[in-house]
């Protein structure tokens, strides 16, 4: 009997690929291996071994493989049963979902270009003859795709070679763009605790009579210490070695007897207090309500809500829920959205837990991405704890005790593209069904989906109302701009009450965070003569200002222009701006407050190496007295010396034409009003809006979020959106505009026969071409009830007879499960 594997491929198909095997290679093979397979008429790829078997396919003679990539599973059967659900769920390949689970180097194909690792040096003795061949290959032509190694090499099975080129860090392959982060680390120590006592500390220093210079730095560490709080708390090296004088070596020595005890923290500069948050942190009664509740609703069911206000002190809860998941020999996952995982809570963490912590962020380079791979297979010590974003849940755990979704209202968590279109939320759920671990959920915000099911005990719910140190919530008062235009009390963008508030927190030494919810200056330029307003000619959208560059930019492909003087319809020079964008607010402020130090966190200040990091941290340091910034500013950052906060325009966030602009609003408002006042003077948030008696800007000045949940609610049943109806989008797109136009008239007529008025749509979306391709989308709502299974299944064979007809070749079609 011949012997079969099923492979997984990271492509959009359908189906599993078999391949045949030798006896032997059967034995071997386990699912969760690599193998390299031939596909196509030319193309190896890297896949995923799914089963071994012995049931030849029915079809097509199945080809041998190139080879065998590992010794042992590189993929867990659990994470397999994962990519199947998340595959089946959002109606993607599992191909699809294997390449946004593997680090890129895992999945070296035909087409995969490999380069030199820069900057190291090669000891040629150390290479084998394969090796050193493709070695010198790479030394001549600086880069190679795989396919025209295999010709170099003349042999097929090449993959090993680079595989072991690429371990041994003397190869990259497919070298990403971006640049590399990394938190900034810093060296601490402290004075060993067994020297805290006056006797041992005499002691001591008569020891170190017979070595002055340890004996100095000694003292210098008294010094410093001595000004902070407790005395005896950790000292930067930096500081210790250049106020001692002394060199690293002396300071190396004192840790090495063990008189000194190093910390490596991932600091950042800012007022932490490292004693205030050690291991030993006490939770306050509230906190210690919470995290009973928490433990209990674990006990009859595996997902909980933790409802807490800004600046209650989750974290900490969090710590404690890890600290127990790791002693019990689990690992845990963190998950947050991109701009919360920032140096500050990374600090805090590994301040708690040093060196079992994990960071999983997409500005790592792909060998990091590996590195973290490899070390959650193996279950490292160093593991135990990853903190990570998205796509951290498709990790290789084993033994996942707890899973946190910090901010878990965020909507960063979903992936808009490419497929698999997952919600990193929704995964961790089942991710911990798989791993029997439990979940939880945390917010301030909470969405309405998840407090829906905690309200429907789907989820247990437990809250925390009040802020750690009994804090204050701040002061929020709305400013109606309808009234300060006609009353001629606005200075450009600021009502007379938001310059009074500056004002007087500048004078206080006090700092502000303005909030403006798009980038760019005024970013739509128009002709007061004709109308006209640039275009970008390869999408439905009007260019944006920005006056920094001088230039016309395309949010959404990048094309960009030279300001234009003259209106380029109608030749008229009268060009006005129109709407308002941070890069306004902040050269409005700089004429209005030419002697503070004003910053500005957009997207396009933070671009560049660690720009965000250097903004947050000149914030924190108070190097800057005025923040002018984008939803950035609105995540877990926690500043001391704010005082006040100022929502430039509230109108904004409320008018987008979404059926979540109103929860979102609500959210951002909140978390950002969140920044104000953490510590013992009590914060104010002024909103300016046009419409001060919208019901939201009122919830948010009450901080009412059963209110808002409550009302918003009632409109999604109305409307039949989400909690009650799920969605899913089918999105076309094409460069023919007929052809979409058609193809989505003719797909949309068919769902209606199967679906009825559960259909919405075709619609054009509001930016209906984007680069050059047309877009067109239809909504299925699907209400409860109806099986969603079955559903998919339907709509999976509409599209294929539109895949079938001829007349919409070249129409794409994207499907998006749970769409907004
Ligand atoms: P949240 O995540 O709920 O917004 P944080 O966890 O950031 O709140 O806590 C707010 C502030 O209170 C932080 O500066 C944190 O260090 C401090 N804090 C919270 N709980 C404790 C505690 N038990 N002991 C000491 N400090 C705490
Ligand atoms: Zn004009
Ligand atoms: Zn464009």
Redesign the pocket.
């Known amino acids: 009997m011949p012997f079969f594997i099923n492979v997984i491929l990271p492509l959009p198909l359908e189906k599993h690929f078999t391949y045949s095997v030798s006896k032997d290679e059967a034995q071997f093979l386990k699912p969760g291996m690599r193998v390299a397979v031939p596909f196509g008429k030319s193309k190896i790829y890297t896949g995923i071994v799914s089963e071994v078997h012995q049931r030849p396919p029915e079809v097509y003679e199945a080809k041998p493989i190139e080879q065998i990539l590992d010794k042992t599973p590189l993929v867990t059967a659990s994470q397999l049963k994962m990519w199947s659900w998340v595959a089946s769920y959002y109606m993607c390949s599992e191909g699809e979902v294997l390449r946004a689970a593997l680090p890129g180097p895992f999945l070296l194909e035909s087409e995969t270009i490999v380069q030199l690792a820069k900057d190291v040096e090669i000891d040629d003795d150390a290479l084998s003859d394969d090796e050193f061949l493709l070695v010198e290959a790479l030394q001549t032509k600086s880069s190679l795709k795989i396919n025209e190694i295999i010709q170099l090499l003349d042999r097929k099975t090449v993959l090993p070679i680079i595989n072991s080129l690429v371990e041994k860090k003397l190869a990259v392959v497919n070298q990403e763009i971006y640049e590399q982060y990394k938190p900034k680390v810093e060296r601490f120590v402290k004075l060993h605790d067994r020297y805290l006592e006056d006797a041992s500390m005499h002691e001591l220093l008569d020891e170190l009579n017979r070595a002055p210079k340890q004996r100095e730095v000694i003292f210098t560490l008294f010094g410093i210490s001595a000004k902070s709080a407790k005395g005896k708390s950790s000292v930067k090296v930096s500081e210790l070695a250049k106020k001692s004088g002394a060199s690293a070596s002396v300071i190396k020595s004192l840790i090495d007897k063990g008189v000194l005890e190093e910390l490596k923290i991932g600091i950042s500069r800012f007022s932490f207090d490292l004693e ?2 050690g291991k030993n ?4 009664e509230y ?1 210690e309500k919470a995290l009973q509740e928490i433990e209990s609703s674990f006990e009859s069911q595996d997902v909980c809500l933790l409802h ?9 809860i969090y710590v404690k829920l890890i600290e127990k998941a790791i002693s019990q020999g689990k690992q845990v996952l963190y998950l947050l959205p991109e701009i919360a995982l920032t140096a500050q809570l990374i600090a ?1 963490l590994q301040n708690y837990f040093g060196e079992q912590v994990l960071i999983f962020h997409s500005r790592y380079s792909v060998n990091e991405r590996v590195e973290v791979y490899q070390s959650v297979l193996q279950n490292k010590e160093t593991a135990r704890i990853v903190i990570g974003v998205r796509s951290s849940i498709f990790l290789p755990f084993h033994d996942l005790g707890l899973v946190i979704v910090d901010e878990e209202h965020e909507s960063t968590f979903k992936q808009y593209d490419p497929a698999p279109r997952y919600h990193a939320r929704d995964t961790a759920v089942v991710l911990g069904k798989l791993q029997d671990a439990k979940v939880l959920l945390g917010s ?1 915000t909470p969405s309405l989906e998840s407090y829906y099911n905690a309200d429907h005990s789907k989820y247990g719910l437990v809250n ?1 109302a009040r ?3 009994d804090v204050l919530l701040p002061e929020i008062e709305i400013v109606d701009i309808k009234e300060k235009h006609r009353k001629k009390r606005m200075t450009g963008h600021f009502s007379d009450r938001l310059l009074e508030e500056i004002k007087e927190t500048l004078k206080n030494k006090e700092q502000v965070i303005l909030f403006q919810n798009r980038r760019g200056f005024s970013p739509i330029l128009e002709c007061n003569t004709c109308g006209h307003s640039p275009q970008c000619p390869n999408c439905d959208v009007s260019l944006t200002y920005h006056s920094h560059s001088n230039q016309l930019r395309c949010h959404y492909c990048g094309y960009h222009m030279a300001m234009q003087q003259k209106c380029m319809a109608c030749d008229s020079p009268e060009l006005s701006t129109k709407g308002l964008g941070t890069e306004q607010v902040e050269t409005e402020l700089k004429a209005l407050f030419p002697d503070h130090k004003i910053g500005r966190m957009d997207l396009d200040t933070t671009r560049g190496k660690q720009g965000y990091e250097k903004i947050i941290s000149a914030f924190e340091e108070e190097k800057i007295d005025i923040l002018v910034g984008t939803q950035m500013v609105t995540k ?1 950052l ?1 500043f001391r010396n704010v005082r006040l906060v100022g929502i430039m325009n509230a109108d904004t966030l409320l008018n987008f034409p979404d059926f979540r602009a109103h929860e979102r609003s609500f959210q951002l408002m909140l978390q950002v009003a ?1 920044r104000a006042g ?1 510590t013992q003077k009590r914060g104010l948030v002024l909103i300016q809006t046009f419409n001060p008696h919208h019901q939201i800007v009122q919830q948010v000045s009450t901080n009412s979020y059963h209110e808002m949940y409550k009302e918003q609610l009632e409109e999604r049943r109305n409307y039949k959106y989400p909690p009650f109806y799920r969605l899913i989008k089918i999105s076309l797109k094409g460069r023919d505009y007929s052809r979409v136009n058609e193809g989505a008239d003719w797909l949309a007529l068919s769902l209606k026969n199967t679906f009825r008025e559960h259909v919405l749509g075709p619609e054009f979306p509001p930016v209906a071409r984007i680069r050059n391709e047309y877009y067109k989308n239809i909504l299925v709502k699907i209400p409860q009830g109806q099986s969603l299974s079955k559903t998919k299944k339907l709509i999976g064979r509409i599209l294929q007879s539109f895949k079938a007809i001829g007349a919409y070749r070249g129409v794409k079609t994207v499907i998006n499960v749970d769409p907004y």
């Open positions: 205030n948050h942190l006490q939770l306050n906190q807490g206000i800004t600046s209650s002190g989750k974290t900490e805090r301030a925390l802020r750690y140190g877990g926690d969140g953490r």
